[in-house]
């Protein structure tokens, strides 16, 4: 069974730009999630998604992160300008309905100049 | 609001022998689960291992096993007999309520095996 998709793996760019991540979430998890972990510290959740729909974005900075998730599967996470302070990994994770366990990507680890 | 706390930023352990992280928590919701994930440096989040608030037992699996004290609110992560594959980030996670909901992540602890 394949495992959660990301890319790219890495991204470098300067401050005020945009940037996009994408995700597939493992085939058949309905939920899915998008993470930030700043250096040294735990990942922190940004949106929840059930389908194509919102669960959760209260800690999502809506004045310049944007996700989306059509269709129900894949998913992009934006972030337009970018700040310095975004610096950090992008982890997204899915999960069946009804199970416990996140599976997680490998991450995008992304550096704001 | 749901927190979680590791106390221990780092930690070695030699080969072979066993090592115990430490978490809290601290939740008012009655029925939620504990997750603990380890994080090599590539990166990625590894899930080890479950326990849910009304399992009566102890979860374990393979060499991790989770002491869970629901009095102390406390949910440690023991690695028995490491292996120098074990140095990695450990983070202990929690979710409120029954399935599907966000993760609550701690600071993280990092374990060093030494040989």
């Known amino acids: 069974e394949a495992g959660v998709a990301q890319s790219p793996r890495y991204k470098i760019i300067e401050k005020r730009q945009s940037v996009a991540f994408w995700c597939n979430p493992i085939?058949?998890?309905?939920?899915l999630y998008w993470y930030q972990q700043i250096l040294g510290q735990g990942p922190k959740l940004l949106i929840q998604f059930q389908n194509n729909g919102v669960v959760d974005d209260s800690q999502l900075p809506k004045d310049r992160f944007s996700a989306e998730r059509l269709k129900g599967v894949d998913s992009t996470l934006k972030i337009q300008p970018a700040k310095l302070e975004d610096s950090a990994v992008y982890l997204c994770?899915?999960?069946?309905?009804?199970?416990?366990?996140?599976?997680f990507g490998p991450g995008t680890r992304l550096t704001v100049l | 609001a749901q927190k979680i706390t590791q106390t221990q930023p780092g930690m070695f352990v030699q080969e072979k022998e066993a090592v115990t992280l430490d978490c809290t928590y601290d939740?008012?919701?009655?029925?939620?689960?504990l997750f603990w994930y380890k994080q090599p440096s590539s990166g990625e989040m590894i899930f080890l291992i479950y326990q849910g608030s009304y399992d009566q037992q102890n979860a374990t699996e393979g060499r991790y096993s989770l002491n869970f004290q629901k009095a102390r609110k406390s949910a440690n992560l023991v690695i028995s007999a490491s292996q120098l594959g074990d140095s990695a980030m450990y983070f202990c996670a929690m979710r409120d309520g029954e399935y599907g909901n966000k993760l609550v992540f701690g600071a993280g602890t990092i374990l060093r095996v030494k040989s």
């Open positions: 085939s058949g998890h309905a939920t």
């Open positions: 994770a899915s999960r069946l309905p009804r199970a416990n366990e996140q599976f």
């Open positions: 939740t008012s919701d009655p029925s939620y689960g």
